[in-house]
């Protein structure tokens, strides 16, 4: 099948730069893309360029707290990671079926992402283990609490459980609300990853879309830690995030 014009070329491009992620992840010492200033500067470029081969303007609306911190966001699309992990420095929570993406997901494991198993407590134990050590480090944590994606226009209900390690170690959470502005205050078409969608179908529409697509991100003011309940937290946090994408589509 032939790509529209621009097609090729943008889908050349991402391959390569996907392989040259490979080169570096294989060259740098194991960890030092989380743990080192160069390696982080370095994981920020790589989305950033990401985000450019595909055509996506990046759109910042505040600032993100300093590290550590615990980022909490509603869930569209893995462009979601590029989007944040092109701003600031951090490792992110992820479903484990990405472990099993052909070259994407070693590359991911490599910059530190904590796959997680949904529905089973003993590995939720032991991201929450992964999450207290990175803070201890100085490291950020980006946690999508929703356990899914959507199609942008609501938040789903957050799961609290990984919240606990913000709390044990009083760690400031930071509400983000990521957004894929369309046609009519709408959500772009191409943007949302949902249902039976697979990575290549969602490439070929992101590759295949006409024009520019921005993503906004916005962060806003850290939610103290102390003296809350993992619930009390979940929900203060998805509520700025909701009102966010409430009132961008209003």
């Given at each position: 099948m032939k790509l529209p014009g621009g097609g090729i070329a943008r889908l050349a491009a991402l391959i390569a730069h996907t392989l040259l992620g490979a080169v570096i992840a294989l060259v740098l010492p194991a960890g030092s893309l989380t743990d080192t200033?160069?390696?982080?500067?370095?994981?920020?470029?790589?989305?950033?360029?990401?985000?450019?081969i595909l055509g996506l303007r990046l759109r910042m609306l505040g600032a993100p707290a300093p590290a550590p911190a615990l980022i909490v966001a509603n869930h569209v699309s893995w462009l979601d990671i590029a989007a944040i992990g092109a701003v600031?420095?951090?490792?992110?929570?992820?479903?484990?079926?990405?472990?099993?993406?052909?070259?994407?997901?070693?590359?991911?494991a490599r910059a530190g992402t904590l796959y997680i198993r949904r529905g089973d407590r003993s590995a939720s134990a032991a991201v929450a283990d992964e999450i207290t050590q990175a803070f201890l480090r100085d490291?950020?944590?980006?946690?999508?609490?929703?356990?899914?994606?959507?199609?942008?226009?609501?938040?789903?209900?957050?799961h609290p459980r990984?919240?606990?390690?913000?709390?044990?170690?009083?760690?400031?959470?930071?509400?983000?609300?990521?957004?894929?502005?369309?046609?009519?205050?709408?959500?772009?078409?191409?943007?949302?990853?949902?249902?039976?969608?697979?990575?290549?179908?969602?490439?070929?529409?992101?590759?295949?879309?006409?024009?520019?697509?921005?993503?906004?991100?916005?962060?806003?003011?850290?939610?103290a830690s102390a003296h809350v309940t993992?619930?009390?937290?979940?929900?203060?946090?998805?509520?700025?995030?909701?009102?966010?994408?409430?009132?961008?589509s209003a």
């Open positions: 200033r160069t390696g982080q500067a370095i994981a920020c470029w790589w989305h950033a360029t990401l985000l450019r600031m420095p951090s490792r992110f929570v992820a479903k484990a079926e990405i472990r099993a993406w052909p070259l994407i997901g070693w590359l991911a490291q950020s944590v980006v946690l999508f609490p929703e356990g899914t994606s959507t199609d942008g226009r609501d938040v789903l209900p957050f990984l919240f606990t390690p913000a709390i044990e170690t009083e760690c400031p959470v930071q509400p983000v609300a990521l957004r894929y502005p369309g046609p009519d205050r709408g959500i772009h078409p191409a943007a949302p990853f949902i249902n039976d969608d697979t990575l290549l179908a969602h490439l070929w529409r992101l590759v295949r879309a006409r024009g520019e697509i921005v993503v906004e991100v916005s962060f806003f003011a850290v939610e993992p619930r009390d937290l979940a929900d203060r946090t998805r509520e700025v995030i909701r009102r966010q994408l409430i009132q961008g």
